[in-house]
Protein backbone atom coordinates (compact mmCIF):
# COMPACT_ATOMS: atom_id res chain seq x y z
CA UNK A 1 0.00 0.00 0.00
CA UNK A 2 1.63 3.34 -1.07
CA UNK A 3 -0.14 6.52 -0.08
CA UNK A 4 0.64 9.49 -2.25
CA UNK A 5 -1.33 12.65 -1.20
CA UNK A 6 -5.26 12.66 -0.75
CA UNK A 7 -4.85 9.14 -2.61
CA UNK A 8 -4.28 5.32 -1.37
CA UNK A 9 -2.79 3.40 -3.99
CA UNK A 10 -3.32 -0.52 -3.29
CA UNK A 11 -1.15 -3.23 -4.21
CA UNK A 12 -2.51 -6.26 -5.58
CA UNK A 13 -0.35 -9.60 -6.12
CA UNK A 14 -1.52 -11.95 -8.85
CA UNK A 15 -1.20 -15.14 -6.51
CA UNK A 16 -4.58 -13.38 -5.01
CA UNK A 17 -7.78 -15.16 -6.50
CA UNK A 18 -10.11 -12.48 -5.86
CA UNK A 19 -10.00 -8.55 -5.79
CA UNK A 20 -12.41 -6.08 -4.62
CA UNK A 21 -13.32 -3.02 -5.55
CA UNK A 22 -16.26 -0.95 -3.46
CA UNK A 23 -18.04 1.82 -5.10
CA UNK A 24 -19.75 3.39 -2.82
CA UNK A 25 -21.14 7.02 -1.39
CA UNK A 26 -23.92 8.35 0.90
CA UNK A 27 -26.20 7.04 -1.21
CA UNK A 28 -24.91 4.29 -3.51
CA UNK A 29 -23.30 1.46 -2.19
CA UNK A 30 -22.56 -1.35 -4.80
CA UNK A 31 -19.80 -4.19 -4.41
CA UNK A 32 -18.34 -5.52 -7.51
CA UNK A 33 -16.62 -8.87 -7.29
CA UNK A 34 -13.87 -9.67 -9.27
CA UNK A 35 -12.27 -12.75 -10.01
CA UNK A 36 -8.93 -13.71 -11.44
CA UNK A 37 -9.08 -16.90 -12.56
CA UNK A 38 -9.68 -15.72 -16.15
CA UNK A 39 -8.78 -12.12 -15.90
CA UNK A 40 -9.85 -8.80 -14.26
CA UNK A 41 -13.55 -8.52 -15.08
CA UNK A 42 -14.72 -4.90 -14.48
CA UNK A 43 -18.36 -3.05 -15.03
CA UNK A 44 -17.46 0.44 -17.29
CA UNK A 45 -20.97 1.96 -16.45
CA UNK A 46 -20.10 1.32 -12.91
CA UNK A 47 -16.78 2.50 -12.67
CA UNK A 48 -18.00 5.82 -15.11
CA UNK A 49 -20.28 6.18 -12.41
CA UNK A 50 -18.02 5.85 -9.37
CA UNK A 51 -15.26 8.50 -11.35
CA UNK A 52 -18.33 11.09 -11.53
CA UNK A 53 -19.30 10.27 -7.86
CA UNK A 54 -15.76 10.75 -7.08
CA UNK A 55 -15.22 8.22 -5.51
CA UNK A 56 -13.25 6.00 -7.77
CA UNK A 57 -10.13 8.09 -9.23
CA UNK A 58 -8.31 5.50 -11.16
CA UNK A 59 -8.79 1.52 -12.51
CA UNK A 60 -6.82 -0.35 -15.12
CA UNK A 61 -8.89 -2.88 -16.31
CA UNK A 62 -6.74 -5.94 -18.42
CA UNK A 63 -5.38 -9.46 -17.47
CA UNK A 64 -4.15 -9.19 -13.63
CA UNK A 65 -1.61 -11.42 -14.57
CA UNK A 66 0.83 -8.42 -13.74
CA UNK A 67 0.03 -6.02 -10.83
CA UNK A 68 -2.49 -3.69 -11.02
CA UNK A 69 -2.62 -0.30 -8.74
CA UNK A 70 -5.94 0.95 -7.97
CA UNK A 71 -6.57 4.49 -6.49
CA UNK A 72 -9.76 5.43 -4.07
CA UNK A 73 -9.84 8.50 -1.95
CA UNK A 74 -8.46 8.46 1.71
CA UNK A 75 -11.85 8.98 3.03
CA UNK A 76 -13.43 5.92 1.33
CA UNK A 77 -10.27 3.88 2.86
CA UNK A 78 -10.49 4.94 6.21
CA UNK A 79 -14.22 4.44 5.91
CA UNK A 80 -14.01 0.82 4.68
CA UNK A 81 -11.43 -0.08 7.07
CA UNK A 82 -13.47 1.44 10.03
CA UNK A 83 -16.52 -1.18 8.87
CA UNK A 84 -14.42 -3.84 8.45
CA UNK A 85 -12.83 -3.72 11.86
CA UNK A 86 -16.37 -3.39 13.30
CA UNK A 87 -17.95 -6.09 11.31
CA UNK A 88 -14.89 -8.26 12.84
CA UNK A 89 -15.16 -7.72 16.16
CA UNK A 90 -19.22 -7.98 16.14
CA UNK A 91 -17.97 -11.61 14.27
CA UNK A 92 -15.92 -12.28 17.00
CA UNK A 93 -18.54 -11.52 19.89
CA UNK A 94 -21.01 -13.95 18.04
CA UNK A 95 -18.52 -16.54 17.89
CA UNK A 96 -17.54 -16.33 21.39
CA UNK A 97 -21.14 -16.18 22.55
CA UNK A 98 -21.94 -19.46 20.38
CA UNK A 99 -19.08 -21.02 22.26
CA UNK A 100 -20.26 -20.12 25.76
CA UNK A 101 -21.60 -23.46 27.60
CA UNK A 102 -25.85 -23.14 26.30
CA UNK A 103 -26.58 -24.63 30.29
CA UNK A 104 -26.38 -20.45 31.22
CA UNK A 105 -28.78 -19.51 28.52
CA UNK A 106 -31.69 -22.48 27.30
CA UNK A 107 -32.87 -24.92 29.36
CA UNK A 108 -34.52 -26.90 25.92
CA UNK A 109 -33.95 -27.46 22.18
CA UNK A 110 -37.08 -28.31 20.27
CA UNK A 111 -36.54 -29.48 16.89
CA UNK A 112 -38.74 -30.48 14.01
CA UNK A 113 -38.85 -31.89 10.61
CA UNK A 114 -40.84 -31.63 7.87
CA UNK A 115 -41.83 -34.24 5.66
CA UNK A 116 -41.65 -35.35 2.06
CA UNK A 117 -40.30 -32.42 0.09
CA UNK A 118 -41.77 -29.57 2.02
CA UNK A 119 -39.35 -26.23 2.86
CA UNK A 120 -38.77 -25.69 6.33
CA UNK A 121 -40.16 -22.26 6.29
CA UNK A 122 -43.84 -23.61 4.35
CA UNK A 123 -45.98 -21.69 6.58
CA UNK A 124 -49.13 -23.68 5.89
CA UNK A 125 -47.73 -26.76 7.91
CA UNK A 126 -48.49 -27.46 10.97
CA UNK A 127 -44.25 -28.76 12.24
CA UNK A 128 -44.15 -24.73 11.62
CA UNK A 129 -47.14 -23.13 12.84
CA UNK A 130 -46.76 -25.15 16.41
CA UNK A 131 -43.26 -23.97 15.96
CA UNK A 132 -43.85 -20.28 15.68
CA UNK A 133 -46.53 -20.73 18.53
CA UNK A 134 -44.39 -22.50 21.33
CA UNK A 135 -41.43 -19.83 20.82
CA UNK A 136 -44.23 -17.26 21.39
CA UNK A 137 -44.48 -18.60 24.76
CA UNK A 138 -41.18 -19.45 25.32
CA UNK A 139 -39.68 -16.50 23.80
CA UNK A 140 -36.20 -17.08 26.38
CA UNK A 141 -34.60 -20.37 27.35
CA UNK A 142 -35.95 -22.72 24.75
CA UNK A 143 -34.42 -22.76 21.11
CA UNK A 144 -36.95 -23.54 18.28
CA UNK A 145 -35.90 -24.47 14.82
CA UNK A 146 -37.61 -26.85 12.03
CA UNK A 147 -35.48 -28.77 9.09
CA UNK A 148 -36.10 -30.56 6.40
CA UNK A 149 -36.06 -34.38 7.02
CA UNK A 150 -32.65 -34.61 4.74
CA UNK A 151 -30.50 -32.10 7.01
CA UNK A 152 -30.67 -34.35 9.80
CA UNK A 153 -26.77 -34.16 9.95
CA UNK A 154 -27.66 -29.83 9.99
CA UNK A 155 -29.74 -30.40 13.74
CA UNK A 156 -27.64 -33.14 14.94
CA UNK A 157 -24.73 -30.74 14.84
CA UNK A 158 -26.89 -27.65 15.52
CA UNK A 159 -27.61 -29.56 18.94
CA UNK A 160 -24.11 -30.34 20.05
CA UNK A 161 -23.34 -26.54 19.30
CA UNK A 162 -25.68 -25.52 21.49
CA UNK A 163 -24.71 -27.79 23.75
CA UNK A 164 -21.05 -26.84 23.72
CA UNK A 165 -20.13 -30.91 23.05
CA UNK A 166 -18.71 -32.56 20.34
CA UNK A 167 -19.64 -35.72 18.38
CA UNK A 168 -18.96 -39.09 20.34
CA UNK A 169 -18.07 -37.49 23.94
CA UNK A 170 -20.47 -39.63 26.07
CA UNK A 171 -18.75 -38.63 29.08
CA UNK A 172 -19.23 -34.96 27.92
CA UNK A 173 -20.78 -32.90 31.10
CA UNK A 174 -22.73 -30.91 28.60
CA UNK A 175 -24.02 -33.62 26.73
CA UNK A 176 -24.88 -35.19 30.26
CA UNK A 177 -26.33 -32.00 31.77
CA UNK A 178 -28.17 -30.95 28.88
CA UNK A 179 -31.58 -29.57 28.97
CA UNK A 180 -34.77 -31.03 27.48
CA UNK A 181 -34.40 -32.07 23.99
CA UNK A 182 -37.74 -32.44 22.09
CA UNK A 183 -37.69 -33.84 18.70
CA UNK A 184 -41.07 -34.40 16.59
CA UNK A 185 -41.37 -34.75 13.04
CA UNK A 186 -44.31 -35.93 10.30
CA UNK A 187 -43.69 -38.75 7.31
CA UNK A 188 -39.74 -38.81 6.49
CA UNK A 189 -39.79 -36.10 9.03
CA UNK A 190 -40.42 -38.81 12.01
CA UNK A 191 -38.26 -40.98 10.33
CA UNK A 192 -35.88 -38.82 10.67
CA UNK A 193 -36.59 -37.44 14.09
CA UNK A 194 -35.37 -41.54 15.40
CA UNK A 195 -32.41 -41.45 13.19
CA UNK A 196 -31.16 -38.00 15.04
CA UNK A 197 -32.26 -39.59 18.18
CA UNK A 198 -29.40 -42.55 17.21
CA UNK A 199 -26.90 -40.11 16.85
CA UNK A 200 -27.49 -38.54 19.93
CA UNK A 201 -27.44 -41.50 21.81
CA UNK A 202 -24.10 -42.22 20.63
CA UNK A 203 -22.64 -39.14 21.65
CA UNK A 204 -24.36 -39.59 25.10
CA UNK A 205 -27.39 -36.72 24.87
CA UNK A 206 -30.24 -37.64 26.65
CA UNK A 207 -33.25 -36.73 24.60
CA UNK A 208 -36.49 -36.10 26.47
CA UNK A 209 -39.30 -36.96 24.26
CA UNK A 210 -39.75 -38.03 20.85
CA UNK A 211 -43.31 -37.70 18.74
CA UNK A 212 -43.35 -39.54 15.53
CA UNK A 213 -46.53 -38.18 13.20
CA UNK A 214 -47.80 -40.84 10.41
CA UNK A 215 -44.00 -41.97 10.22
CA UNK A 216 -42.77 -43.23 7.01
CA UNK A 217 -39.31 -45.35 7.44
CA UNK A 218 -36.81 -43.41 4.82
CA UNK A 219 -33.95 -45.68 3.41
CA UNK A 220 -31.09 -45.77 5.29
CA UNK A 221 -32.93 -45.21 8.44
CA UNK A 222 -35.01 -47.42 10.67
CA UNK A 223 -38.13 -45.05 12.13
CA UNK A 224 -39.36 -48.29 14.62
CA UNK A 225 -37.17 -49.05 17.72
CA UNK A 226 -36.47 -46.05 20.14
CA UNK A 227 -33.00 -45.91 21.35
CA UNK A 228 -32.69 -45.74 25.16
CA UNK A 229 -31.51 -42.26 25.79
CA UNK A 230 -34.82 -40.92 24.78
CA UNK A 231 -37.11 -41.02 27.74
CA UNK A 232 -40.98 -40.61 26.52
CA UNK A 233 -41.89 -41.71 22.75
CA UNK A 234 -44.97 -41.24 21.61
CA UNK A 235 -46.09 -42.41 18.49
CA UNK A 236 -49.20 -41.37 16.00
CA UNK A 237 -50.75 -42.81 12.61
CA UNK A 238 -53.22 -43.48 10.32
CA UNK A 239 -54.21 -46.83 8.94
CA UNK A 240 -55.57 -45.52 4.85
CA UNK A 241 -54.39 -44.30 1.69
CA UNK A 242 -51.53 -44.85 -0.70
CA UNK A 243 -49.05 -43.56 2.22
CA UNK A 244 -49.54 -44.95 5.77
CA UNK A 245 -47.77 -44.63 8.53
CA UNK A 246 -45.80 -46.98 11.10
CA UNK A 247 -48.48 -48.26 13.48
CA UNK A 248 -45.98 -49.15 15.97
CA UNK A 249 -42.66 -47.81 17.53
CA UNK A 250 -41.04 -49.90 20.48
CA UNK A 251 -38.15 -48.94 23.18
CA UNK A 252 -34.68 -50.52 22.56
CA UNK A 253 -34.54 -50.56 26.40
CA UNK A 254 -37.86 -50.31 28.19
CA UNK A 255 -36.72 -49.97 31.45
CA UNK A 256 -35.04 -46.64 30.00
CA UNK A 257 -37.94 -45.67 27.10
CA UNK A 258 -41.41 -45.03 28.42
CA UNK A 259 -42.96 -45.59 24.98
CA UNK A 260 -46.56 -43.35 25.65
CA UNK A 261 -48.48 -45.31 23.01
CA UNK A 262 -49.34 -46.03 19.93
CA UNK A 263 -51.99 -43.51 18.57
CA UNK A 264 -54.34 -44.66 15.45
CA UNK A 265 -56.54 -41.60 13.97
CA UNK A 266 -58.40 -42.48 10.94
CA UNK A 267 -59.92 -39.79 8.62
CA UNK A 268 -61.31 -42.76 6.08
CA UNK A 269 -64.79 -42.22 6.48
CA UNK A 270 -64.71 -38.30 7.34
CA UNK A 271 -64.07 -35.01 6.08
CA UNK A 272 -60.33 -34.45 5.69
CA UNK A 273 -59.79 -30.72 8.25
CA UNK A 274 -60.76 -27.69 6.11
CA UNK A 275 -57.22 -26.58 6.98
CA UNK A 276 -55.77 -28.95 4.36
CA UNK A 277 -57.42 -27.08 1.25
CA UNK A 278 -54.62 -24.73 1.72
CA UNK A 279 -52.35 -27.58 0.70
CA UNK A 280 -51.11 -28.76 -3.10
CA UNK A 281 -53.85 -30.10 -4.80
CA UNK A 282 -51.99 -33.39 -6.03
CA UNK A 283 -51.62 -33.77 -2.27
CA UNK A 284 -54.69 -33.80 -1.67
CA UNK A 285 -55.72 -35.84 -3.85
CA UNK A 286 -52.98 -38.78 -4.22
CA UNK A 287 -52.49 -38.70 -0.39
CA UNK A 288 -55.41 -37.35 1.69
CA UNK A 289 -54.89 -39.21 4.86
CA UNK A 290 -51.65 -38.93 5.14
CA UNK A 291 -51.07 -34.97 4.59
CA UNK A 292 -55.01 -35.43 6.88
CA UNK A 293 -52.83 -36.12 9.99
CA UNK A 294 -50.49 -33.39 9.44
CA UNK A 295 -53.48 -30.56 9.02
CA UNK A 296 -55.20 -32.10 11.33
CA UNK A 297 -55.41 -28.90 13.88
CA UNK A 298 -56.89 -31.29 16.93
CA UNK A 299 -54.08 -33.86 16.58
CA UNK A 300 -51.44 -31.11 16.89
CA UNK A 301 -52.98 -29.45 19.44
CA UNK A 302 -52.53 -32.59 21.47
CA UNK A 303 -49.03 -32.85 20.36
CA UNK A 304 -48.13 -29.14 21.53
CA UNK A 305 -49.74 -30.19 25.18
CA UNK A 306 -47.28 -33.00 25.13
CA UNK A 307 -44.13 -30.69 24.42
CA UNK A 308 -45.61 -28.45 27.19
CA UNK A 309 -45.63 -30.47 29.58
CA UNK A 310 -41.91 -31.83 29.11
CA UNK A 311 -41.05 -27.75 28.93
CA UNK A 312 -43.11 -26.85 31.82
CA UNK A 313 -43.83 -23.21 32.65
CA UNK A 314 -42.41 -20.53 30.96
CA UNK A 315 -39.40 -18.85 32.67
CA UNK A 316 -40.81 -16.28 35.45
CA UNK A 317 -38.44 -13.73 33.50
CA UNK A 318 -40.64 -14.68 30.44
CA UNK A 319 -43.43 -14.39 32.53
CA UNK A 320 -42.70 -10.94 33.91
CA UNK A 321 -42.44 -9.56 31.09
CA UNK A 322 -45.29 -11.04 29.15
Request: aromatic letters at 8%; charged letters at 20%; hydrophobic letters at 40%.
Amino acid sequence: MLSSGNKIWFYTKPSRRYGLVVLTSQKVATTVLVSVASGFCYDPPLIRRARTLGILRSIEPGPMSKSRLTSLTTPLIVSLMFFFLLGCAVLAQQQNSSSEPVSHRQRAIVIGFMGGNVAPDDIIRNELIMSDRLRASYPQGVYFEVFENRRVEAAHQKILQLLGTTPGHSSSPAGKSAGQIILYGHSWGASAVVTLADELHKDGVPVTLTVQVDSIEKKGQQDGVIPANVARAVNFYQPDGFLHGRTEIRAADPAATQILGNFRVSYKDKEIPPECSAYPWYERKFIKTHIAIECDPTLWNRIEGLIRDSLGQPSSETASSR
